[in-house]
Nanobody, 124 residues
Framework: QVQLVESGGGLVQPGGSLRLSCAAS????????IGWFRQAPGKEREGVSC????????YYADSVKGRFTISRDNAKNTVYLQMNSLKPEDAAVYYC?????????????????WGQGTQVTVSS
């Protein structure tokens, strides 16, 4: 069964850090661009970051640039999102997804195989 599973979310104080993981089962991630998206209550899903299949190229939304780092370990079939200096506005459900679109696709419609999401709460 093809599945993406996110983990690593939780409650963190402003300024804190979390590392999200996106693990695949039933298929290998190494052929796919992997994107991280987030959705806060009442807001549209937005792209946060993505990484090329090789890991050589990455993209970050302006809102997270310099604070978040995406990486992948194809041997572990896992992609990570290191989130530092978290702000209350980073709170959302975070999703990972796969894409075969060339380049670094930004839009959610360019992705398929979505995980179920992991909740990130940033609050003191």
């Amino acid at each position: 069964q093809v599945q993406l599973v996110e983990s690593g979310g939780g409650l963190v104080q402003p300024g804190g850090s979390l590392r999200l993981s996106c693990a695949a089962s039933g298929f290998t991630l190494d052929s796919y661009v992997i994107g991280w998206f987030r959705q806060a209550p009442g807001k549209e899903r937005e792209g946060v970051s993505c990484i090329s299949s090789s890991g050589d190229s990455t993209y970050y939304a302006d809102s997270v640039k310099g604070r978040f780092t995406i990486s992948r370990d194809n041997a572990k079939n896992t992609v990570y999102l290191q989130m530092n200096s978290l702000k209350p506005e980073d709170a959302a459900v975070y999703y990972c997804a796969t894409s075969i679109v060339a380049g670094l696709p930004y839009y959610a419609y360019e992705y398929f195989y979505w995980g179920q999401g992991t909740q990130v709460t940033v609050s003191s």
